[in-house]
């Protein structure tokens, strides 16, 4: 019996919160993965990769989820709060990534070693650098006024899709980072391939997110 399309609706939303509520707990879950592996604390490199998942697996995806209508942990709040609570978890995400940067960065100098010579390390700097970028971007959301040329919906498209792009480099980054001598020799086999599933994940759920929310419906509007 062909299903009608309300139901189909029903059917389409769980899934969307189903994947959204999987995707915190990929988030957080990975997170804390890299932390136990890391132990953050025992020297001066364990803050790299701590800082890095905290910053772009976990602060970056719930920063982007807090806008999601079927898996927001903020869906009964106004959509005020929302932004603001958006900011700050951005705002986090980029002093960690900082700090994660500034102590790679210093780590190689004191080992006599080369920086930004692999794809992961490029791909970090680039990163690092287009998260900068986007939180000054979103300064033209709060002050609107300031861009005389631009309505607000047409910010708002540019600035999700260029955040969009930014968290898809973050993961991009995460997986190449899974890829060094540090993460291989310590996870090998399913808990590889399981750790390189995470960031695929919830990119894939985000990328929906966004498709959805502006690009989609800037597309259907004449």
Do not use: D
């Amino acid at each position: 019996m062909a299903l009608t399309i309300e139901t189909e609706s029903r059917i389409y939303l769980s899934l969307r919160a189903v994947s959204g509520i999987t995707a915190h707990l990929v988030s957080l879950g990975f997170t804390i993965f890299v932390a136990i592996l890391a132990r953050p604390g025992s020297s001066l490199f364990s803050w790299h990769p701590f800082l890095m998942s905290l910053a772009f697996s976990f602060l970056m995806t719930e920063a982007l989820l807090v806008f999601s209508p079927e898996s927001s942990l903020l869906r009964s709040f106004s959509r005020k709060t929302k932004v603001r609570f958006h900011w700050a978890l951005q705002l986090l995400t980029l002093l960690c990534a900082l700090l994660g940067l500034a102590i790679i960065s210093y780590n190689k100098y004191l080992n006599s070693k080369a920086h930004f010579v692999t794809w992961h390390g490029l791909t970090g700097l680039l990163t690092v650098l287009y998260a900068s970028m986007q939180c000054i971007g979103g300064v033209a959301l709060l002050y609107p006024k300031l861009m005389k040329n631009w309505t607000l919906a047409k910010l708002k498209v540019y600035h999700a899709t260029s955040g969009l792009v930014g968290y898809l480099l973050g993961c991009a980054s995460l997986m190449l980072a899974m890829c060094s001598l540090w993460f291989t020799t310590t996870v090998t086999g399913l808990s590889w391939y399981l750790s390189v599933l995470c960031p695929i994940l919830t990119s894939l759920v985000i990328m929906n997110q966004v498709s959805n929310a502006y690009l989609y419906r800037k597309r259907i509007q004449p």
